[in-house]
């Protein structure tokens, strides 16, 4: 495969620059468009390193856009009409985000990151190990490191600002933030998009074992599905073929990134070292995997 050249960051100068996170930079447009570019930088332990993980955002961008369309059935998402030629001046700037760049609608973000875990692992792990519950939710007793749960659990989050931790928060404070009946539509259809989209992963070898969803309303305060979706990035993909309970599986993600950094004599404070080559590569070709399995 040939890895296509890197984009670490957008550098438009014909629309206003409205956030820059950790991977995406956000253009305004108008009063209800905004253009969406997903580069290829990389966040590990929250610090963005200063290396690039070569055609990542490509991936991402892709693998979003697969599940926008596979998932729209079961809600609006924030997808337009209009393409990058219709926006920007340049020629130019059209071919260099063409893959990455994306027009999306303007709507309301909700303040709560909708995370939903079908297996027994990471930070869900660690609670469980010491409470018996994932998020205040009792779990049955006895379950492994990466156990399939009974059934999926939501445990939303608050939004961190970049360079901070996201708050794991429980229903209860959902509701407080978002009122009852918009809690439970997050939470109702966090549940249906994840069990949908598990069951599909599943029958191309890959488990999805937990995931992130955020979400948005319109004017007329209908939710739509927003950011990313069921990315290497948003969510923990794991092979099916070499997952064993009792262990913790290799994800398709920067995973091999994290591992390099752990070797190194670093405080996981900004800045971020440097990535050899090999370790950029070997992550990207990651990323490539999974977006080939997903999509055949």
Known sequence: MTIP??????????????????????????DKHM????????????????????????VLNEVSDFWFKKLGHLIPNQLSDLTLDKVLDSAEDCQRLEKRGIIVKKLKPLPIEAIVRGYLIGSGWKDYQRSGKVCGIQLPENLQQASQLPEAIFTPSTKAAVGDHDENISYEKTV???????????????????TTAAKYALERDIIIAD????????????????????????SRFWDANEYK?????????????????????????DPGPALSTDVAEKTALKYQEAFNKLTN
Request: hydrophobic share 40%.
């Open 35 to 58: 253009l969406i570019v997903t580069t290829d930088r990389l966040s590990a332990f929250d610090v963005i390193l200063p290396d690039p993980i070569p055609g990542k955002g490509i």
């Open 176 to 194: 407080d933030l978002l009122g009852e009946d918009l809690a439970k539509q997050v939470r109702d259809i966090s549940l249906t998009l994840y």
């Open 211 to 234: 995931t992130k969803f955020e979400f948005g309303l319109d004017d007329n305060g209908v939710l739509h599905l927003i950011d990313e979706v069921l990315t290497p990035d948003s």
């Open 5 to 30: 050249a890197s984009l670490l960051d957008a550098n438009l100068n014909s629309l206003p620059l409205i956030h820059k996170g950790k991977v995406r930079d956000i253009y305004d447009i108008d």
């Open 245 to 269: 309970v009792g262990t913790s599986p290799a994800s398709y993600d920067k995973q091999i990134v994290r591992d390099y950094l752990e070797t190194l004599d670093w405080d996981k404070t």
